[in-house]
């Protein structure tokens, strides 16, 4: 069955409600768990949609799960709404919450209006950005029952779900011992030494990486005063990889660096993880192509890109677990970098708003389609065994 034109026209009557919540939730942005006022105002527009949401759901305050039907099967939708430090909304998780809530409210008004089998349920999940609420979600078995799921994301142009990295992050702190740099410095074990040859190592290493992979890092602590040997400084790196099984490769590399560096200076070294580690996106190209094909019908064009995502989200150990997709769509009509100034100011406009209600309509009717057609659901589940 095909419910396109009638999901539009349910989010074409909560719309005007939607743009006040995503231009307040981007005018008050808030970080990983602290997201308060985003879902204050979700939580009040899906009561004045007569839906009962769950808070402080999975044990965390910001995160909310609401659901509508009974039975199986059952497909989730995922809600974003944190911001980045200083930049604010520069990944525009204001218009990921407010098509979240409008293919949510869609799909659960025609499967009352029709009687429809199974379950719809919007999974509110704070701290996208490094902070790992939907890991943390899982834990707590937020996907128990759940049979796909996805959501949408903006970009500066409308794509499918092409994947993302893994990744895992890594505090490195170096202990050496403090000198006068001029007047004794052979009494002095310079741990800026040992940092400046990890990142010589790392940069070695880089050469030798698939395509698939990235290293980055940054120093974040050198030391005091150029006259005194550094006894402490600290770095900070990230390791990705679209390939799964690359990630644990790259980790046993990256200590044995960490290692090098220490027999080298006579310093010793912290390796601290830093956030959680997310999987590497899974998408399922059966739900990408129904989706795509429902926002082609409603006039929105996409283009598919060369190679696949690089970077990384927490619906990566969604995508592990259970078919789901992640796909984008324009906020923009030229490349704009994402976690930019520009990209906050685009995830403020109307067109970007608009944009985002079209593309909530594909994800309601993904979500009907997945409910009602058990080829289609076959077919998904097929794909995701084939893919794993």
């Given at each position: 069955?095909d ?11 909560i719309?005007?409600d ?12 808030e ?10 105002k979700?939580?009040?527009f899906?009561k ?5 949401p769950?808070?402080?759901?999975c ?12 039975g199986?099967?059952v497909f989730a939708i995922?809600a974003?709404f944190?911001a980045?430090?200083?930049v604010g909304?520069?990944c525009g998780h204001n218009?990921?919450?407010a098509a ?18 199974g379950?719809?349920v919007l999974?509110?999940?704070p701290?996208?950005?490094?902070g790992g609420?939907?890991?943390k ?10 049979d ?8 500066f142009?409308t794509v499918?779900?092409t994947?993302?990295?893994a990744i895992t992050?890594?505090?490195?702190i170096f202990?050496?011992?403090?000198a ?12 800026l030494s040992a940092?400046?040859?990890?990142f ?6 880089r ?13 974040t602590g ?6 005194i040997i550094?006894?402490r400084a600290?770095c900070r790196f990230?390791l990705?990889s679209?390939e ?5 490769k ?10 090098g ?10 390796i601290?993880?830093?956030?959680v ?17 429902s ?6 064009d996409?283009?598919?890109?060369s190679?696949g995502?690089?970077g990384?989200s ?5 995508s ?10 324009a906020?923009?009509d030229?490349?704009i970098?994402?976690?930019s100034?520009?990209?906050?100011v685009a995830s403020g406009?109307d067109?970007a708003f608009e944009?985002?209600?079209t593309a909530?309509a ?6 009907l389609?997945?409910l ?7 077919k998904?589940?097929a794909e995701f065994?084939?893919s794993r």
């Open positions: 069955m419910f396109l034109e009638k999901s539009a026209a349910c989010i074409a009557k719309k005007e939607l743009h006040q919540l995503s231009d307040a939730i981007w005018n008050k942005p970080l990983a768990y602290k997201e308060f006022f985003a879902v204050e979700a939580v009040e899906l004045g949609e007569n839906f009962a769950e808070t402080n759901y044990g965390l305050e910001t995160a909310f799960k609401a659901e509508y039907g009974s199986k099967p995922f974003e944190d980045l430090p200083d909304h520069g218009l990921i919450c979240a809530l409008a293919a949510f409210c869609a799909t659960a008004k025609i499967i009352a209006e029709n009687s429809l089998p379950k719809v999974l509110g999940s701290a996208e950005e490094s609420g939907k890991v979600m899982i834990e707590k078995g937020c996907l128990d029952g759940v796909a799921a996805m959501m949408v994301h903006p970009s142009r499918p779900d994947g993302s990295s992050r890594f505090d490195v202990h050496g011992k403090a006068h740099a001029a007047g004794a410095p052979e009494l002095g074990i310079n741990a940092v400046h040859l990890l010589a190592g790392v940069n070695a290493y050469e030798h990486l698939p395509e698939s992979a990235r290293i980055h890092g940054i120093i050198g030391g005091e005063a150029p006259n550094p006894a600290s990230f990705r679209t799964q099984e690359w990630i644990g790259i980790e046993k590399r990256f200590r044995d660096m960490v290692n560096a220490e027999l080298m200076t006579g310093a010793k070294a912290e601290i993880p830093f956030n580690p997310y999987m590497a996106r899974n998408p399922n190209a059966e739900l990408n192509k129904f989706f795509l094909e926002i082609s019908r409603l006039g929105m996409y283009t598919i890109p190679r995502g690089r990384s927490d619906f990566g150990n969604v592990q677990q259970i078919p789901g997709i992640h796909p984008y769509f906020i923009a030229k490349e970098a994402c976690h100034d520009a990209f906050k406009t067109f944009n985002a209600m909530a594909g994800m309601a009717n993904t979500a389609h997945y009602t057609d058990s080829d289609f659901r076959n998904v589940a065994r084939k």
